[in-house]
């Protein structure tokens, strides 16, 4: 029957769009395990999207469709499936300067985007390390967050429209541009974080905003919890609709990103218990920075900071922000596991000590690391016990995920689902959240042909 489909797949899609064997296992490269896929399919429009789903669709196939494969989540895995790449529909169909909106294909990656609209003096504000590689169909597909969402919000908060096309082959072109426009149920907000579960986004039109013309970026130090939220709250109204990030770094993961063989090096010197990369995005380039300064230096005075280095040049900006993502240092503790919760502010400091005591009561050379979108109630927790098992995996994420029900927590606060936090989803909805959910997806998608196992269990 799989032969069959293969055969009706290739008559219906362009040349070279369905691939099989070697070819489609060399596509199963991603940031998690994908598995081995019975065939990759590479539609070049959403006409050849919506005929690929009906064939799978009428033969009950599963089919998963991949963005950039940079999911953390195992959201991508496609053993045995027909994966569905949307990398030959990467077009900016279009930029409209005076809406300020921007048409794209699913599989245009966000940092082509983010440089298309740039030449029009316009900012797509969505950012995350794995910009060059992730897609505009994945980030909407996951929701995705990263480092500005305290200012611009998620994935969710920059679409306008969107078309998707269903499980059956459907095709639903909902490409609306207005920002305001209440006619009936949402229809897009369905489809923006449900991983593919649900359909396949093929187009959105996205929200722009002016460029910003001043960058300013700091690495400030603070001498207890306490005073992060206090600073966060301060530098919030001060800097007044400008401040774009507030990324918290626990001692440790400051440490090892500023020591080598780390490239970086301590803006400010190292022994506090905690540090601050601030950020503020602004539009008047010739007074910004002086504003930046004095409300950082005040903030000095009033011990609300206890030491700060301003960057003074863009190549400054850049170096304090290669501390926060460098990746390679974190990746030096391998085998580790990688965590992003989010929890209301009030509640982190214990749930990080309790954490953080439990691994060490079950590993006592356990490695825990702990920095995040705090702005957001974001942390991510790198942990490191030395094994990465299944079982060994299961007590980690046990101990990081349990203490998030008792404290409103949610066990994904920006990476999605997938396989990887399916059997956890009951710590942070409800039974009847999980119900309504299985019951849109048997809507939807009756015979579970859409990333099937993703998310809600089979
Ligand atoms: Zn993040």
């Known amino acids: 029957m799989m032969e069959k489909l293969i055969s009706e797949l290739k008559s219906v899609l362009s040349d070279g769009a369905v691939l099989e064997g070697d070819d489609a296992a060399q596509k199963a490269q991603g940031w998690t395990p994908m598995g081995v896929p019975r065939a990759v399919l590479r539609p070049g429009s959403t006409e050849e999207v919506s005929q690929a789903l009906r064939l799978c669709h009428q033969a009950k196939v599963a089919v998963v469709p991949w963005g950039g494969k940079t999911g953390l989540v195992e959201g991508t895995f496609a053993d045995k499936a027909i ?235 850049k170096k304090i922000w290669a501390l926060r993502d460098d990746v390679a240092q974190v990746m030096q503790l391998a085998p580790i596991f990688t965590f992003d919760v989010s929890l209301p502010i009030r509640h982190m400091e214990d749930y990080v000590a309790g954490v953080r005591a439990a691994l060490r009561s079950q590993w006592p050379n356990a490695r825990t690391l702990v920095f995040g979108h705090m702005g957001d109630g974001n942390l991510h927790v790198i942990v490191s016990v030395g094994e990465h098992d299944a079982q060994t995996r299961h007590r980690v994420e046990l101990t990081v995920y349990e203490p998030l029900a008792a404290c409103g927590g949610s066990i994904s606060a920006e990476h999605g689902i997938g396989l990887q936090k399916r059997d956890y989803l009951s710590l942070s909805r409800s039974s009847a959240e999980l119900a309504l959910m299985s019951r849109m997806k048997r809507m939807l998608d009756p015979d579970n042909i859409l990333n099937p196992g993703k998310i809600i269990p089979l």
């Open 83 to 317: 994966a569905l790449s949307l990398e030959r529909m990467n077009r900016v169909i279009e930029v409209d300067r005076m809406g300020a909106t921007a048409t794209v294909e699913a599989g245009c990656p966000l940092q082509a985007l983010c440089e298309r609209v740039e030449e029009e003096g316009l900012f797509f504000p969505l950012d995350l390390g794995a910009r060059g590689s992730a897609t505009i169909g994945g980030n909407i597909s996951t929701n995705a967050g990263g480092n500005r969402v305290l200012r611009f919000g998620m994935m969710r908060d920059m679409v306008l429209g969107l078309e998707v096309v269903l499980a059956d082959g459907t095709i639903v072109t909902s490409l609306n541009h207005l920002i305001k426009n209440n006619t009936g149920y949402d229809l897009k907000q369905l489809f923006i974080g449900s991983e593919g579960t649900l359909g396949v986004v093929t187009r959105a039109v996205l929200r722009l905003r002016p460029l910003p013309s001043s960058q300013n970026v700091a690495m400030v130090a603070v001498s207890d919890f306490p005073a992060l939220p206090k600073l966060l709250r301060r530098v919030e109204k001060e800097l007044a609709g400008t401040l774009s990030a507030f990324e918290v770094m626990w001692e440790d993961f400051y440490n090892l990103v500023t020591t080598p063989p780390a490239q970086g090096r301590a803006p400010v010197q190292k022994g506090y218990p905690y540090y601050v990369l601030i950020e503020s995005l602004g539009g008047e380039a010739g007074t910004d920075g002086k504003r930046f300064r004095q409300i950082l230096e005040a903030a000095l005075e009033d011990g609300d900071i206890i030491d700060a280095a301003i960057a003074k040049s863009q190549d400054e900006c």
